[in-house]
């Protein structure tokens, strides 16, 4: 099975009111063994684990969610607000901002231009009652160095 991930390279000129020093990333959340993550949150650790230095933008319906450790990086770069769910249990929470899905033209040149490798996970068909849907990355967007 081959990869159908669009690999891209974009040079943008930088904006003048950014700040383009790359921020450091947030240490992971750790894991807790008895916790009960739902399955939306299991697909995101899934493909979260094949591109950990990327930060990671999560469709679900009309948005663009990015969760745990990329939240507080994408928040700052992007001048959106950052927030939290909790999990099923509600014992636990992790940190997570977000944009609409017609806003990506404004907000991946922003990601990028602050020095972040950045990538995008759709869904590949449609929900399903009481399924999850299959995501994978479609695109994968680097900086030029």
Request: proline content about 10%.
């Amino acid at each position: 099975m081959t990869n159908m991930c669009k690999q891209l390279t974009i040079e943008f000129p930088p904006y003048p009111e950014v700040n383009s020093t790359p921020v450091k990333p947030a240490k992971p959340v750790k894991e807790d063994k008895k916790e009960v993550v739902t399955p939306m949150m299991k697909t995101w650790q899934e493909i979260k684990k094949n591109y950990p230095d990327a930060l990671l933008l999560f469709r679900c319906g009309d948005f663009y969610e990015i969760m745990c450790e990329d939240a507080p990086i994408a928040a700052k770069v992007l001048g959106i607000t950052l927030t939290y769910r909790t999990t099923n249990k509600g014992d636990k929470r992790y940190e997570m901002c977000g944009f609409p899905i017609h806003a990506l033209d404004v907000y991946l040149p922003k990601l990028v231009r602050a020095g972040h490798r950045v990538a995008i996970c759709d869904s590949i068909e449609k929900p399903k009652e009481k399924q999850p849907v299959k995501r994978k990355v479609t695109e994968l967007v680097t900086p030029v160095k």
